[in-house]
């Protein structure tokens, strides 16, 4: 993964959780809000803070924006500010920006004054809980598009003790089994001799349909 310099403004609790993972992954970050508080809180964890107001054309520009490979807009409870703020960047010469939405309504609008990309955490995570949650035997799921997604499953009763080669999952069912995972870590060297048990987990991949077939989800 290439390092790459972000410019993210709003560090409110989506925020914050960006710029954290964002500095974990090895990337240069230059958290930019309106609130000293939640600048102050930020620093440790970002390579560079400032305390501004981003519908500010001169305050922005005092920034650089077009030397940061992505600039993201997260500000909550302001959305009139988030579309000054991204329509601003744009105009800056921000080569990608990533805004934040909380309805489609919004990401219209967004996305007509120069937002690159559209991001619904709260809508997101929704899908992702009730999904997650719906299933005693579903332990993780990630949607990769409208049609596809990884589950992370315990392996069913029916299969356990025979070989992947044996179900022949990709044939029957149109799945990959991507990897197993045993105590917290993942085996991606799987064959069609590797066994299943019960103390493991499967990480599968395929269409969304074939998936909730398989697995009954």
Same mark, same amino acid.
């Given at each position: 993964?290439?390092?790459?310099?972000?410019?993210?403004?709003?560090?409110?609790?989506?925020?914050?959780?960006?710029?954290?993972?964002?500095?974990k992954l090895g990337h240069q970050v230059m958290a930019v809000? /309106?609130?000293?508080?939640?600048?102050?809180?930020i620093v440790p964890?970002?390579?560079?803070?400032?305390?501004?107001?981003?519908t500010?054309?001169?305050?922005?520009r005092s920034l650089g924006v077009k030397n940061f490979d992505l600039c993201i807009v997260a500000i909550s409870?302001?959305?009139?500010?988030?579309l000054e703020t991204t329509s601003l960047l744009k105009d800056l010469g921000a080569s990608c920006v990533i805004a934040r939405a909380e309805r489609d309504v919004?990401?219209? =609008?967004?996305?007509?004054?120069?937002?690159?990309? /559209?991001?619904?955490?709260?809508k997101e995570m929704a899908r992702w809980t009730a999904v997650r949650y719906t299933g005693d035997?579903?332990?993780?799921?990630?949607?990769?598009?409208?049609?596809?997604?990884? =589950?992370?499953?315990?392996?069913p009763e029916a299969w356990l003790g025979k070989t992947v080669g044996a179900l022949d999952v990709r044939k029957r069912y149109g799945i990959n089994i991507l990897a197993l995972k045993r105590g917290g870590i993942?085996?991606?060297?799987?064959?069609?001799?590797?066994?299943?048990?019960?103390?493991?987990?499967?990480?599968?991949?395929?269409?969304?349909?074939a998936l909730r077939k398989c697995f009954k989800i």
């Amino acid at each position: 993964m290439n390092m790459k310099t972000v410019l993210l403004i709003g560090v409110g609790r989506f925020g914050r959780h960006a710029a954290v993972q964002l500095s974990k992954l090895g990337h240069q970050v230059m958290a930019v809000d /309106i609130d000293e508080a939640r600048v102050n809180d930020i620093v440790p964890f970002v390579t560079g803070a400032q305390i501004g107001d981003s519908t500010n054309e001169a305050f922005l520009r005092s920034l650089g924006v077009k030397n940061f490979d992505l600039c993201i807009v997260a500000i909550s409870g302001d959305f009139q500010s988030s579309l000054e703020t991204t329509s601003l960047l744009k105009d800056l010469g921000a080569s990608c920006v990533i805004a934040r939405a909380e309805r489609d309504v919004q990401a219209k =609008f967004l996305l007509k004054n120069g937002a690159d990309h /559209i991001v619904y955490p709260e809508k997101e995570m929704a899908r992702w809980t009730a999904v997650r949650y719906t299933g005693d035997h579903i332990m993780d799921y990630i949607e990769l598009d409208e049609r596809h997604a990884i =589950f992370e499953v315990k392996v069913p009763e029916a299969w356990l003790g025979k070989t992947v080669g044996a179900l022949d999952v990709r044939k029957r069912y149109g799945i990959n089994i991507l990897a197993l995972k045993r105590g917290g870590i993942s085996n991606f060297t799987v064959t069609p001799d590797t066994m299943l048990s019960g103390d493991t987990t499967l990480l599968a991949l395929g269409e969304l349909g074939a998936l909730r077939k398989c697995f009954k989800i």
